[in-house]
């Protein structure tokens, strides 16, 4: 046990070096796949750090607090880590601003928005390129980009990835990787499939696989099984979305993050009873992730001829709130598809 082996070395008393240990303890469960065990160490942590430790203890403990609670679906871990930025800021810790700032946009974005996250985005792409910390800079640009997806900036998203291929180190290679993404799912939802399989690429797709952290494989082999199910080939999408599931087994925030997409394809090719079993029946306290399942839900429900107009229309206007037009248009449509097959059906029973 690493925090028995640091109290071993430094002493069970109270010191300025446990502090540190214990925050950077916290903050590596944190974000390595260990939230719960995180939170379990973070008020010890805590309270060390602010009688013990620095500024920089205190606000790297307030940070993991903030992305633990919002890895186990907290969304209050987001008033945590805009409390570790004020902190940061006030105190002049600027070589953890630029981490920060990606932190609260993206979880922001799934929080409250899109609209509510763009500025915080803006905040820290001037900020790390003010600093000349490059790489920084092209990780928030492709994480801007992907937010202006969802907001239904697709020009903007495209050129905003496609500088960022321009400028980056052609070393940094999930900075490219990233930005293709968004070019690819914007070129999906067009219809471009041409400029899709260029940037949805076999050796990206093997780069990907080998990398293996399921917030990248999700992403990707969900926008390939898009790709492939618009170019006719359902039984490879559908071998792409098996994937997938198995990526994120042990990741459900990742696997919520592309429900509705990897359930559109299962239910395109016939396969909407297992769809609907893959559907989490766990309501989700960040807002995207729960429109996300509810989208998912709806599309199964619609395709078995238990979905109501009324219920998609609701949809619909949750995510017009949350700011994704895109979503917002489909579910309109969904709701008009079913109210026309209801009214056929009607029509075959007088």
């Known amino acids: 046990d690493e925090i028995a082996a640091a109290r071993q070395a430094l002493g069970h008393e109270p010191s300025p070096e446990l502090a540190r240990a214990l925050a950077f303890q916290v903050s590596r469960l944190a974000i390595s796949g260990q939230a719960r065990e995180g939170l379990d160490l973070s008020e010890e942590a805590l309270q060390l750090a602010r009688s013990h430790g620095s500024a920089a203890d205190t606000v790297r403990v307030l940070d993991a607090i903030g992305l633990a609670r919002l890895e186990l679906g907290?969304?209050?871990?987001?008033?945590?880590?805009?409390?570790?930025?004020?902190?940061?800021?006030r105190v002049g810790l600027s070589r953890m601003l630029g981490t920060m700032l990606n932190n609260l946009a993206w979880n922001t974005y799934l929080v409250r928005g899109p609209r509510r996250a763009l500025p915080i985005f803006q905040e820290g792409i001037a900020f790390a390129a003010g600093r000349g910390q490059k790489n920084a800079q092209w990780w928030m640009e492709t994480s801007q980009a992907e937010v202006l997806i969802d907001a239904g900036e697709w020009d903007a998203a495209v050129a905003l990835a496609q500088k960022v291929i321009r400028a980056a180190d052609p070393a940094a290679s999930l900075v490219l990787?990233?930005?293709?993404?968004?070019?690819?799912?914007?070129?999906?939802?067009?219809?471009?499939?041409?400029?899709?399989?260029?940037?949805?690429?076999?050796?990206?797709i093997a780069r990907i696989r080998e990398f293996g952290s399921p917030d990248h494989v999700a992403p990707w082999l969900t926008l390939r099984a898009l790709l492939e199910l618009a170019g006719g080939n359902a039984g490879t999408a559908v071998a792409l979305v098996d994937e997938v599931v198995a990526a994120t087994a042990d990741a459900p925030t990742q696997w919520l993050m592309v429900v509705h997409d990897a359930v559109e394809v299962l239910v395109a090719a016939g396969a909407g009873e297992r769809a609907g079993a893959l559907v989490p029946d766990t309501v989700q306290a960040l807002a995207r992730n729960e429109l996300c399942r509810r989208t998912a839900a709806a599309r199964v429900g619609a395709?078995?001829?238990?979905?109501?107009?009324?219920?998609?229309?609701?949809?619909?206007?949750?995510?017009?709130?949350?700011?994704?037009?895109?979503?917002?248009?489909?579910?309109?449509?969904?709701?008009?598809?079913?109210?026309?097959?209801?009214g056929r059906d009607g029509e075959r029973r007088r």
Not at 318 to 331: I, L
């Open 74 to 89: 907290d969304p209050t871990g987001l008033d945590k880590l805009e409390e570790a930025l004020a902190l940061a800021k």
């Open 177 to 204: 990787d990233s930005a293709a993404y968004v070019i690819g799912m914007v070129a999906v939802r067009r219809g471009d499939l041409d400029t899709a399989r260029t940037m949805v690429s076999d050796p990206t």
């Open 303 to 342: 395709a078995a001829g238990t979905e109501t107009p009324d219920s998609l229309l609701a949809l619909a206007r949750d995510w017009d709130d949350y700011g994704n037009p895109y979503q917002g248009a489909r579910a309109r449509e969904d709701a008009a598809r079913v109210a026309a097959r209801s």
